[in-house]
């Protein structure tokens, strides 16, 4: 599976991104895909994710401001992300787990990160 990340950019304070994870390969066996961002001098943190039958989780820091999504027919995963403020800027990464393994043994892979910077 190879996942292609892209959206990021500078934004102001308040302003609006969406962030899309394109997913190619041996995608059959995706059984859930999130976004996970990682800030300078901080720990990777899951962002928002979201399973085959579309049921949704998001980290407080996100609720009421972050929407994820997945457009199965583009097999294409997204991140709405309004109202957003400095301590956003992080570095954003998408992945997908597998259910069952791949024929690699493969159960988890990641993008490469879009970076996402918020001004004040």
């Known amino acids: 599976v190879q996942l292609q990340a892209s959206g990021g950019g500078l934004v102001q304070a308040g302003g609006s991104l969406r962030l899309s994870c394109e997913a190619s390969g041996n995608i059959d066996n995706i059984a859930a895909m999130g976004w996970h961002r990682q800030a300078p001098g901080k720990l990777r943190e899951r962002v928002a994710g979201?399973?085959?039958?579309?049921?949704?989780t998001y980290a407080d820091s996100a609720k009421g401001r972050f929407t994820i999504s997945r457009d199965n027919a583009r097999n294409t995963l997204y991140l709405q992300m309004d109202s957003l403020k400095p301590e956003d800027t992080a570095v954003y990464y998408c992945?997908?787990?597998?259910?069952?393994?791949?024929?690699?043994?493969?159960?988890?892979?990641w993008g490469r990160g879009t970076l996402v910077t918020v001004s004040s």
């Open positions: 979201v399973t085959a039958g579309g049921s949704t």
């Open positions: 992945n997908a787990e597998l259910v069952p393994p791949d024929a690699y043994g493969g159960t988890e892979y």
